[in-house]
């Protein structure tokens, strides 16, 4: 449902800024 594909989405975002700042 929304709600899944919205916590989907910010688990995706936040994995993404993760892996970005780590590799800094």
Known sequence: ???EA???FTDYSRATYL???AET
């Open 1 to 3: 449902g929304p709600y």
């Open 6 to 8: 919205t916590t989907a």
């Open 19 to 21: 892996r970005a700042t």
